[in-house]
């Protein structure tokens, strides 16, 4: 499987309607590395996502995926190359789990769409990774948040794509499964050096496993780079409205956000500075 794809937006710009949500943006995806898209709600993080994957057609600009405009290469061989969760996805009523995660394997099946051993181990080895091997046989209308959004991410990941887009991961997980599905995402990368583009709420969480953060406000890119060179107070307080400290995380030593609220400020801001100088 070849992971040095490239992956880019060029003056992008999207609108719904008469509303701009994109206004001529670009970006250059780091290949082989982790790339967490950030930014305020309705600030067109998702939509950039979307018009990446191609599910959302650009009015003006580009989306190239190895030079070529995304939306005019086939879907067939777009979904060879690039895998896809959305935020909201649905499965048909009654599906078990091991035939929604066989749906990944649909972009590789051949002419006579012929199943193998190989698709049967793919689809074995995204179950394994995502901890769902026991829910194989449980449709998945009766599995719980947290289970369906870890079977929707099996089913990405028996897609084996070079490039894997991601809205939301850990939406619906407890803080647990958050962290695992954020670790597994990591091991994949590593592993298989697939490039890998999310959205994230989360901002501690983006800048302790992303490699290059893109924070999207109002519809144009307001930085690019590492965590730790994105992650500065006057950023967080532009992009986001929120003043906050800047601490180095005790765990994996990037940036990490600390609000400053309307309440316990001063006491607030002593604890941080105690822990910083612990």
């Known amino acids: 499987m070849t992971t040095d794809h490239q992956l880019s937006a060029s003056e992008v710009s999207v609108a719904y309607g008469e509303v701009s949500v994109l206004d001529g943006l670009s970006i250059d995806i780091a290949p082989g590395r982790i790339t967490a898209i950030v930014g305020a709600n309705a600030s ?6 979307r018009a990446m994957s191609r ?6 600009g580009a989306v190239l995926l190895d030079g070529a405009a995304i939306h005019k290469l086939p879907s067939r061989e777009v979904a060879r190359v ?5 935020q909201s996805p649905t499965a048909p009523e009654g599906i078990v789990v091991a035939d929604l995660v066989a749906r990944g394997r649909h972009p590789h099946l051949g002419m006579l769409q012929r199943w193998t051993a190989e698709d049967e181990a793919a689809v074995e080895r995204a179950l394994a990774a995502t901890d769902t091997l026991d829910l194989a046989d449980r ?5 719980s948040g947290g289970q369906r959004q870890r079977v929707w991410i099996a089913m990405a990941l028996a897609q084996e794509t070079g490039v894997l887009l991601l809205d939301e991961p850990t939406t619906y997980l407890d803080v647990t499964h958050q962290v695992e599905t954020l670790d597994l995402l990591q091991d994949l990368n590593h592993a298989r050096g697939t490039t890998i583009v999310m959205v994230l709420h989360d901002l501690n969480l983006a800048a302790r496993y992303a490699d290059q953060l893109v924070a999207v406000a109002s519809g144009r890119i307001a930085a690019v780079g590492a965590p730790s060179e994105v992650l500065t107070a006057g950023l967080v307080e532009e992009v986001f409205g929120l003043r906050c400290e800047i601490i180095d995380d005790p765990v994996s030593g ?15 801001i002593g604890a941080v500075a105690g822990a910083a100088g612990a």
Request: no cysteine; charged share 15%; hydrophobic share 45%.
């Open 82 to 86: 690039l895998g896809l969760l959305p």
């Open 55 to 60: 599910l959302v057609a650009p009015t003006a």
């Open 44 to 49: 067109g993080k998702s939509t950039l996502l």
């Open 254 to 268: 990037t940036p990490l956000v600390v609000p400053i609220g309307r309440h316990r400020v001063r006491s607030a």
């Open 139 to 143: 449709t998945v209308d009766e599995l």
